[in-house]
């Protein structure tokens, strides 16, 4: 199934009525961003997005990239897709107004980003790693850099791409060995082999920046020995015209379970004497720096889980109401189509409830990046920033397992047409099995939330979000709703069971943060389902406020309390399960592992 339709219903609710984009538009910066312009650019988006990328997402699958001579050829249409995309100044969108950016705030680029990202998920790849080098270089890079590099990445007229990894190293980057020598020029050759680059190679733009991870002659040891780099495909004369081709080019092409339409390249720098290079910010400051673009990037990996997860549910939606089979329990006519039965409509519902889950997490977290950026008090900056560095990892652990989990859901629901390739339903699953591997796997993500935002950072980021679920289950209780008091006791348990395990596992971490490890995603999967219940108790609260002043598409605003109940009944009540875990599961790293 080719067809994708933006849910630009859910996207304006979660924007206006969950996250406050008209608080947003008075930041600094960010007064054009008020809900009617939008609302218009949520339109053209959904329109591009489903006309133009959608179609080509199984072609992509199919086709997959070729590489000949070191020259890679995307599937067929990708280059008119992108010269579309980047001709509608889709690539500018969150980008800053100095380097030719429309400089909407995060909350509606996200919006922008995951009708991409659900589109048609190989394409968007290449702009999202854009955006990342264009975010680290706006933010370590020197003004010569800036200047020279920026437009031309904004204005989507050239790629850009995260060079970390080695074929030794894996996930420890303290291994990397990419060698950087002056040239005495300023410049740097560099020398080595990059594995997994995204869009490393490609003929979608006319030029390629890299920025790489490597190592000065007298850096120390490890990862404080790292160094980032840019590295351009086409060196840039000083009027900005492309040079000569730099000592760079693409080995081989990985073969990949899913997203062939996205070429993922191992890459040689140095093969004829060494790649020119330019320093970003202080030496054996890389890593730092890195991490700047890997947050963007683990935020848009969270996001491109939510993606992955509507399209999958789109085209389960679609297949179950169309496919007829079987009798209807309840009504017992026969020859019903399948959306009728009790199990493909709790499938269905699952998948539903935790995607919009999943995706106001996202929204909210994407609004608080606005504030840690534009706000004018410094004690508000600061807040949001923490909530931001808190939030990340459950964005995207938690996102990406629900992910696999709904495109899972989405192949069981087909039934045996799921495992048949040409229903597309397969295609869904297998692109999602690499959104909890990369940009950190979510045991990756599970140890940074652990080590460095838990035990690491206190009990502040803690302490600020259990108060913001209080404050929700609090303004619950005073409405007067059937549904919503029903619901609202197990809303209050699965954030009790939250906000007690997290206090046990900081202070068992403190005492021996080795062991705390053992139950690191147990807590990730604890922390997300309670940060969904907490979301989908704000929705429910305003969805209901919608209701009784007679606001909105009253539909679809009972909706979202079903869905919130829904929630509750089926997804909260396993908060109970990761809580025991949580609290009891330490010191079992001595069990035997036997064949």
């Not at 989507?156 to 190293?169: F, I, S, V, Y």
Request: charged share 20%.
């Amino acid at each position: 199934m080719s067809q994708y339709d933006a849910p630009i219903p859910a996207m304006r609710f979660i924007i206006e009525n969950l996250v406050g984009l008209d608080e947003i538009a008075t930041l600094p910066g960010f007064e054009d961003a008020t809900p009617d312009v939008a609302a218009a650019i949520l339109d053209e988006a959904g329109k591009f997005t489903g006309e133009v990328l959608a179609p080509l997402n199984r072609v992509g699958d199919r086709q997959g990239c070729r590489v000949e001579d070191g020259v890679v050829t995307t599937p067929d249409g990708w280059r008119e897709a992108y010269d579309a995309f980047r001709d509608g100044g889709w690539s500018t969108i969150g980008a800053p107004s100095a380097f030719g950016g429309q400089n909407m705030p995060k909350l509606v680029a996200t919006a922008v980003t995951e009708m991409l990202q659900t589109a048609n998920l190989g394409f968007s790849l290449m702009p999202m790693l854009t955006d990342g080098a264009a975010a680290a270089l706006l933010t370590a890079g020197s003004h010569e850099l800036k200047q020279k590099y920026l437009p031309k990445m904004v204005a989507g007229e050239w790629g850009g791409t995260m060079n970390l990894t080695e074929p030794q190293a894996g996930s420890d980057l303290a291994a990397i060995r990419t060698r950087a020598e002056p040239a005495g020029d300023g410049s740097y050759r560099i020398a080595g082999q990059k594995i997994f680059i995204t869009y490393g190679e490609h003929e979608l733009t006319e030029n390629i920046i890299h920025l790489v991870l490597g190592r000065l002659p007298d850096a120390p040891a490890g990862v404080k020995g790292i160094s980032l780099f840019v590295v351009p495909k086409f060196l840039v004369n000083d009027d900005g015209s492309l040079g000569a081709r730099n000592d760079v080019r693409c080995v081989s092409l990985e073969h990949k379970l899913g997203i062939h339409g996205s070429p993922t390249c191992v890459m040689a720098f140095g093969d004829a004497g060494g790649a020119t290079g330019y320093l970003v910010g202080e030496p054996n400051r890389g890593l730092e720096y890195m991490f700047i673009m890997m947050n963007e990037a683990r935020f848009g990996v969270g996001l491109q889980g939510v993606s992955i997860a509507e399209r999958a549910y789109q085209q389960a939606l679609a297949y179950a109401n169309e496919r007829v089979q079987g009798r209807d329990a309840i009504t017992g006519v026969n020859n019903v189509p399948i959306v009728a039965h009790p199990d493909v409509r709790r499938m269905l519902l699952r998948m539903k409830s935790r995607t919009q889950a999943a995706r106001m997490l996202a929204y909210w977290v994407a609004g608080q990046f606005d504030l840690a950026h534009a706000h004018p008090d410094a004690p508000v900056r600061e807040t949001a920033r923490l909530m931001v560095d808190f939030l990340i990892p459950v964005v995207k652990g938690w996102s990406t397992e629900i992910g696999n989990d709904s495109a899972y859901l989405g192949v069981q629901v087909h039934g045996g047409m799921g495992f048949i390739e040409e229903t597309g339903a397969a295609q869904h699953m297998r692109d999602a099995r690499i959104l909890t591997i990369y940009e950190g796997t979510t045991g990756i993500q599970a140890n940074d939330l652990l080590c460095r935002k838990l035990l690491r950072g206190g009990s502040e980021g803690l302490t600020l979000l259990g108060g913001q679920m209080r404050a929700v289950v609090a303004s619950l209780k005073t409405v007067d709703d059937e549904t919503i008091a029903a619901f609202v006791p197990r809303l209050e348990t699965c954030l009790e069971q939250f906000e007690a395990a997290a206090w046990h596992l900081l202070d068992a971490g403190k005492r021996d943060a080795g062991n705390a490890l053992w139950v690191a995603v147990p807590f990730l999967m604890l922390m997300g389902t309670a940060c969904g219940a907490w979301m989908w108790g704000k929705a429910a609260l305003a969805a209901k406020g919608l209701l009784d002043r007679g606001e909105g598409d009253p539909e679809f605003n009972r909706e979202q309390i079903a869905l919130a109940q829904f929630y509750m009944t089926h997804v909260a009540t396993e908060a109970a399960g990761y809580a025991e875990t949580v609290t009891e599961g330490l010191r079992m790293n001595r069990v035997a592992l036997r064949a």
